[in-house]
């Protein structure tokens, strides 16, 4: 993926994050107020590694209690001279027994493309990788933090360093 190409998705994923939180509610459709935007965007910097992921979400609050959602995410790592890019759809669930305490499943299918650098420039990696995240977190507000478990977590594939990843959400 070119410098282009990857400042287009960039681009495009903010473009219909934004969309998102500029779109009205209509006061006659009791669905569309019940539906909350949302999502999670994050940027790291160090010694020859850059990561970018966004992942922006739409869920529908069934009640106080529960809401399901799906989602769209974009993760972009480069190490050096490798890199990988994973994209995909995602299906959330949260349950809030009580205000301050949530539960919550989140199923991705991410398509991952790999390169390994100058060192191995024939060696590259296709493939499509299940996440499963189960997680407990602290909810104020709209605001929620806490940490996941990807139980389907497999060492030698996944895009992520470890299966435990604390996470803030953040849904309007």
């Known amino acids: 993926m070119n410098k282009k190409q990857f400042l287009l998705i960039i681009c495009a994923l903010g473009s219909a994050?934004?969309?998102c939180f500029s779109q009205g509610y209509n006061d006659q459709s009791p669905f569309w107020s019940q539906v909350r935007y949302g999502g999670a965007?994050?940027?790291?910097?160090?010694?020859?590694?850059v990561t970018i992921a966004a992942?922006?979400?739409a869920i529908y609050q069934?009640?106080?209690q529960f809401a399901l959602g799906s989602s769209?995410?974009?993760n972009y790592a480069k190490f050096g001279d490798s890199r990988f890019t994973a994209y995909g759809p995602g299906v959330l669930a949260y349950y809030n027994p009580i205000r301050a305490l949530q539960f919550s499943s989140e199923f991705e299918q991410l398509r991952?493309?790999?390169s390994f650098g100058s060192n191995f420039p024939d060696l590259k990696e296709d493939y499509w990788l299940p996440v499963l995240f189960i997680g407990v977190g602290y909810s104020s507000g709209p605001v929620t933090f806490g940490i996941r478990y990807d139980v389907l977590y497999n060492e030698g594939k996944s895009i992520y360093a470890d299966p435990w990843m604390p996470f803030i959400r953040v849904f309007f």
């Open 112 to 114: 991952v493309h790999r």
């Open 41 to 49: 965007f994050g940027v790291g910097f160090g010694n020859e590694v």
């Open 62 to 64: 069934f009640n106080e």
């Open 17 to 19: 994050l934004m969309s």
């Open 72 to 74: 769209l995410s974009f």
């Open 55 to 57: 992942a922006p979400s």
